[in-house]
């Protein structure tokens, strides 16, 4: 029944650590590390070096960053949510929160969501230098 469940490797084939380099006796062809510290050292090294690799790539080219995208579609939208109102005027939510109870900025409710329209945020600041 179980007839291979017993069978040892009678393999002893003599190979070279890939990561101290000392010779030792691997009993199957995969074997690439004398033992499991070499194993997990040489994986350590390969994910340091890997991550300086990324870090020394990201400093190379200069790209455009994901912030200044999102800034010039925002400045496109004409209906924000409260946090795209607060981030396109540099404030906070509280203080879209107060104008909005103020009156000071008209707002609409879709459901339980406030939208707020690009020309009532045009509007605040037109009155506002008056």
Same mark, same amino acid.
Do not use: W
């Given at each position: 029944?179980?007839k291979?469940?017993?069978?040892? /490797? @009678? %393999?002893e084939i003599?190979k070279?650590?890939l ?10 062809l995969?074997?690439?590390y004398?033992?499991h &510290?070499?194993?997990s050292?040489h994986y350590?090294? $390969?994910?340091?070096e890997?991550? $300086?690799?990324? =870090?020394?790539?990201a400093?190379?080219k200069p790209?455009?960053?994901?912030q200044q995208s999102?800034d010039?579609? $925002?400045?496109?939208?004409? =209906?924000? +949510? %409260?946090d795209?109102?607060?981030?396109l005027i540099g404030? /906070?939510?509280? &203080? %879209?929160?107060?104008?909005? /109870?103020? @009156?000071?900025?008209?707002?609409g409710k879709?459901? +339980? ?14 009155t506002?230098?008056v």
């Open positions: 029944m179980d291979y469940r017993h069978m040892a /490797s @009678n %393999i003599t070279k650590c990561y101290c380099g000392k010779e030792y006796t691997a009993k199957t995969t074997t690439r004398c033992g &510290t070499c194993n050292r350590k090294q $390969l994910k340091r890997e991550k $300086l690799n990324n =870090f020394k790539e400093q190379a790209e455009q960053q994901p999102f010039i579609a $925002l400045q496109q939208k004409e =209906f924000l +949510s %409260i795209e109102a607060a981030k404030a /906070s939510r509280r &203080t %879209i929160h107060r104008l909005i /109870s103020g @009156n000071k900025l008209q707002v879709v459901g +339980s969501r406030t939208i707020i329209t690009r020309k009532a945020i045009d509007n605040l600041f037109n506002q230098a």
